[in-house]
């Protein structure tokens, strides 16, 4: 059964704490992202990848890091230096290669800083 | 200017009626567009993927595109209780300025979509 899995679905982060958001494809796509989404809003991106060991920032890189030791793998750490990380954050994934490449979401894990 | 932008909305339609969702973008490189429904609290679901002008169906739904206007639309007949959600609109460029091909989709903010029986 194939498809893209977050954990975890919900999680509260203290001020001043790093946090990591899992994110997990079996779909052999290459390319992975992370956006970020705010209330009534649309999706902004954050990082992406499009080959494993390489990732590009997105349009609000600050404050997150990324890595892509693997494939199927793409964890996004919120860092103390994000100065409102409060929101729901979402991974997708997608093949590379051609012009038309679809972005399939996972379910999303929604973070709040208490 | 927003480089993509959604009718505002919220929209209201009957059960049965036909929902017409609208989206424009500023940037004419763009090449493919993408409409996902997202229910609330849920992740977005792609429902429906345009490269060419003019239009394409699925089922209940068709896509319009129109590249001299920058214009991408949603047209969903039959409309049902079960099609309330916000509809997000994405733009993808073929190419970046530096000819590589990468798969950044740039979002609008969304239109709520409430369908009453």
């Known amino acids: 059964d194939g498809g893209i899995t977050q954990s975890p679905k919900y999680l509260f982060r203290k001020e001043g704490q790093n946090v990591t958001l899992s994110c997990e494809q079996n779909?052999?796509?290459?390319?992975m992202y992370w956006y970020r989404q705010d209330p009534g809003q649309g999706l902004r991106l954050i990082y992406y990848?499009?080959?494993?060991?390489?990732?590009q920032k997105g349009d609000i890189a600050e404050g997150y890091s990324v890595s892509r030791e693997k494939k199927e793998s793409f964890p996004l750490t919120v860092t103390s230096a994000q100065k409102n990380p409060t929101a729901f954050y979402l991974c997708?994934?997608?093949?590379?290669?051609?012009?038309?490449?679809?972005?399939?979401f996972g379910p999303g894990t929604r973070l709040t800083v208490l | 200017q927003k480089e993509v932008e959604q009718n505002s909305g919220p929209l209201s339609v009957p059960e049965g009626a036909i929902a017409s969702l609208n989206c424009t973008y500023s940037?004419?490189?763009?090449?493919?567009f993408f409409w996902y429904r997202q229910y609330s609290g849920k992740s977005p679901e792609l429902i429906m993927s345009?490269?060419?002008?003019g239009d394409k169906e699925d089922g209940r739904f068709t896509a319009q595109l129109n590249k001299a206007s920058q214009y991408v639309s949603l047209l969903i007949r039959d409309s049902q209780p079960s099609d309330s959600a916000t509809y997000l609109c994405?733009?993808?460029?073929?190419?970046?300025?530096?000819?590589?091909?990468?798969?950044?989709?740039?979002f609008g903010q969304g239109t709520i979509l409430t369908v009453h029986p």
């Open positions: 997708a994934s997608s093949i590379t290669g051609g012009d038309y490449n679809e972005q399939f």
């Open positions: 779909l052999n796509h290459d390319a």
């Open positions: 990848s499009q080959i494993v060991n390489d990732f």
């Open positions: 940037d004419r490189g763009s090449q493919s």
């Open positions: 345009i490269y060419s002008n």
């Open positions: 994405a733009v993808k460029r073929a190419r970046d300025a530096g000819g590589t091909s990468y798969g950044k989709l740039t």
